[in-house]
């Protein structure tokens, strides 16, 4: 059987790029060619931009009840395509069964939550400072957006980065990532077939040789008036970088370096499995992923005695063709090199290896858990996207929360303690966007989306004041008011 191709979506077409340029999509963990998709050219994104930029005109006045219909629709349209997601994301990016719920459901759950957010979409109105006037403001769509999706969690991330803005009146143009284009155009197949008018949304993918070049192009493009990308922080700050040559803003989730502080009088075997879940789902391939452990010294044996025990029941490989196994390989040998370095730079740097081989099979790597690790560490300081933790042991919790701040990242943590007192203001003194009480770090509440407060994580969340311009509309009085200069004309 052929492998699949997936076409790029400009203007409510699914077509091939315009030179017939194509890229390979490989399996992960075999190296198979899995599907081929089309390499947009710099004319396939010109012409993605110029249909977002028409279909703005009449999309940003559309009617809320129309846009919330259509998403609700497309979630409906999406729940039904299960089977075909969980072959693409298998197929594409190696996810496992425990990892394929919070990508579908996610995703359903994403357009679901968007249709709801436009009853949100309104303003407020007031007399206006001058006597006989009054004042409006309406909250209104900012234009063409350009979305950036990672291959990780690629449908439910590629609902959050379209859903919230388009349901704002914005229109999209989503570049997927070139590890898992099929699996972010399903989504996209699902809005049009949900009704969705031509030009809001276009879907582009890109070699990840043309990559830089074609997201430059787009940027740098007049219509396109706002960014979001989640990913890596180094390629974020490349956007930031270029979005700020245009005086652009962006909202960035660039990932996490997550921690979980785990005090003297600890449930130690509940956090334990809460530690390694978010430790070893998606091999760590995600920017909640728990990496760094700090435990008070009366809790640590226990601890270390729990997670040393789960870390090594794990196993990695095939999930698929090995029932042994309960995780997936890395998206790439080379991350999987890259982690095994930093495992090694620790070693070096007096760090202790508890549980791993410091060795990889292609892109499979097996869990690690590491003590005696420390700022300044390229291994706690940097994010490792893979099946790795860290565990550093302290005296006392100022030490513990000094230690969780300790880091460039502000996503999500963790504090496990028996004493709510105490548990809220541990929470509240780590610097995290989100912060979990007795739980994983791999949670996050409707309430705020996930986003964290600066520094390698980013900036900016997709709810709706990210996506809205508030804008103001001044009634003036019937009656004339004198204008200066020209009101003492005789």
Same mark, same amino acid.
């Given at each position: 059987?052929?492998?699949?191709?997936?076409?790029?979506?400009? &203007?409510?077409?699914?077509? !091939?790029?315009?030179?017939?340029?194509?890229?390979?999509?490989?399996?992960?963990?075999?190296?198979?060619?899995?599907?081929?998709?089309?390499?947009?050219?710099?004319?396939?994104?010109?012409?993605?931009?110029?249909?977002?930029?028409?279909?703005?005109?009449?999309?940003?006045?559309?009617?809320?009840?129309?846009?919330?219909?259509?998403?609700?629709?497309?979630?409906?349209?999406?729940?039904?395509?299960?089977?075909?997601?969980?072959?693409?994301?298998?197929?594409?990016?190696?996810?496992?069964?425990?990892?394929?719920?919070?990508?579908?459901?996610?995703?359903?759950?994403?357009?679901?939550?968007?249709?709801?957010?436009?009853?949100?979409?309104?303003?407020?109105?007031? !007399?206006?400072?001058?006597?006989?006037?009054?004042?409006?403001?309406?909250?209104?769509?900012?234009?063409?957006?350009?979305?950036?999706?990672?291959?990780?969690?690629?449908?439910?991330?590629?609902?959050?980065?379209?859903?919230?803005?388009?349901?704002?009146?914005?229109?999209?143009?989503?570049?997927?990532?070139?590890?898992?284009?099929?699996?972010?155009?399903?989504?996209?197949?699902?809005?049009?077939?949900?009704?969705? !008018?031509?030009?809001?949304?276009?879907?582009?993918?890109?070699?990840?040789?043309?990559?830089?070049?074609?997201?430059?192009?787009?940027?740098?493009?007049?219509?396109?008036?706002?960014?979001?990308?989640?990913? $890596?922080?180094?390629?974020?700050?490349?956007?930031?970088?270029?979005?700020?040559?245009?005086?652009?803003?962006?909202?960035?989730?660039?990932?996490?370096?997550?921690?979980?502080?785990?005090?003297?009088?600890?449930?130690?075997?509940?956090?334990?499995?809460?530690?390694?879940?978010?430790?070893?789902? %998606?091999?760590?391939?995600?920017?909640?992923?728990?990496?760094?452990?700090?435990?008070?010294?009366?809790?640590?044996?226990?601890?270390?005695?729990?997670?040393?025990?789960?870390?090594?029941?794990?196993?990695?490989?095939?999930?698929?063709?090995?029932?042994?196994?309960?995780?997936?390989?890395?998206?790439?040998?080379?991350?999987?090199?890259?982690?095994?370095?930093?495992?090694?730079?620790?070693?070096?740097?007096?760090?202790?290896?508890?549980?791993?081989?410091?060795?990889?099979?292609?892109?499979?790597?097996?869990?690690?858990?590491?003590? &005696?690790?420390? !700022?300044?560490?390229?291994?706690?300081?940097?994010?490792?996207?893979?099946?790795?933790?860290?565990?550093?042991?302290?005296?006392?919790?100022?030490?513990?929360?000094?230690?969780?701040?300790?880091? &460039?990242?502000?996503?999500?943590?963790?504090? *496990?303690?028996?004493?709510?007192?105490?548990?809220?203001?541990?929470?509240?003194?780590?610097?995290?966007?989100?912060?979990?009480?007795?739980?994983?770090?791999?949670?996050?509440?409707?309430?705020?989306?996930?986003?964290?407060? $600066?520094?390698?994580?980013?900036?900016?969340?997709?709810?709706?004041?990210? *996506?809205?311009?508030?804008?103001?509309?001044?009634?003036?009085?019937?009656?004339? %008011?004198?204008?200066?200069?020209?009101?003492?004309?005789?």
């Amino acid at each position: 059987m052929a492998p699949v191709f997936t076409p790029l979506y400009i &203007d409510g077409e699914w077509r !091939p790029a315009s030179n017939g340029a194509t890229f390979e999509v490989r399996n992960p963990t075999s190296g198979e060619i899995v599907g081929t998709a089309a390499a947009a050219s710099a004319d396939d994104c010109a012409a993605a931009v110029q249909a977002a930029e028409r279909a703005y005109k009449t999309w940003e006045r559309s009617p809320l009840p129309l846009r919330r219909d259509i998403l609700i629709k497309a979630s409906d349209i999406f729940a039904k395509k299960g089977e075909e997601i969980e072959k693409a994301l298998r197929e594409e990016t190696a996810a496992t069964k425990d990892w394929f719920p919070g990508n579908f459901y996610g995703c359903v759950e994403q357009l679901r939550n968007a249709a709801a957010v436009t009853v949100l979409l309104k303003g407020e109105t007031a !007399p206006s400072v001058i006597p006989g006037g009054q004042a409006f403001t309406q909250r209104r769509g900012i234009g063409p957006i350009l979305s950036i999706v990672p291959w990780n969690a690629p449908v439910a991330l590629t609902a959050r980065a379209i859903a919230i803005p388009i349901a704002c009146g914005n229109t999209v143009v989503l570049k997927t990532s070139e590890f898992s284009p099929r699996a972010q155009a399903i989504v996209v197949e699902a809005l049009a077939e949900a009704g969705l !008018p031509k030009g809001v949304l276009n879907c582009i993918s890109a070699s990840k040789e043309d990559s830089p070049a074609r997201t430059t192009q787009i940027i740098s493009s007049p219509a396109i008036r706002k960014i979001n990308f989640t990913g $890596g922080d180094v390629v974020g700050r490349i956007i930031a970088q270029e979005a700020a040559k245009h005086l652009k803003p962006c909202v960035l989730e660039l990932g996490g370096k997550a921690p979980v502080v785990v005090l003297d009088d600890a449930d130690v075997p509940r956090a334990a499995k809460a530690i390694a879940s978010s430790s070893l789902l %998606n091999s760590g391939q995600i920017c909640m992923s728990t990496e760094r452990v700090i435990v008070q010294r009366g809790a640590s044996e226990s601890l270390l005695q729990h997670l040393v025990d789960l870390f090594k029941r794990v196993k990695a490989g095939d999930p698929h063709a090995d029932k042994t196994a309960s995780i997936g390989s890395l998206y790439s040998e080379h991350s999987a090199e890259n982690a095994i370095s930093m495992v090694k730079d620790a070693l070096q740097d007096g760090a202790k290896l508890l549980v791993g081989i410091l060795e990889r099979e292609g892109a499979i790597l097996q869990p690690h858990l590491l003590i &005696d690790v420390r !700022p300044g560490m390229r291994i706690w300081d940097r994010e490792t996207f893979a099946p790795i933790a860290v565990v550093a042991i302290v005296d006392t919790v100022d030490e513990a929360v000094d230690l969780a701040n300790a880091s &460039d990242y502000s996503l999500v943590s963790a504090v *496990w303690t028996k004493n709510v007192y105490r548990a809220f203001d541990v929470a509240g003194r780590i610097q995290a966007g989100t912060n979990n009480i007795n739980g994983p770090t791999m949670h996050v509440e409707k309430l705020h989306e996930n986003g964290g407060l $600066g520094g390698s994580t980013g900036y900016g969340v997709f709810m709706v004041n990210d *996506w809205t311009q508030l804008r103001l509309i001044v009634l003036h009085p019937e009656v004339e %008011n004198p204008y200066p200069v020209v009101g003492t004309l005789p």
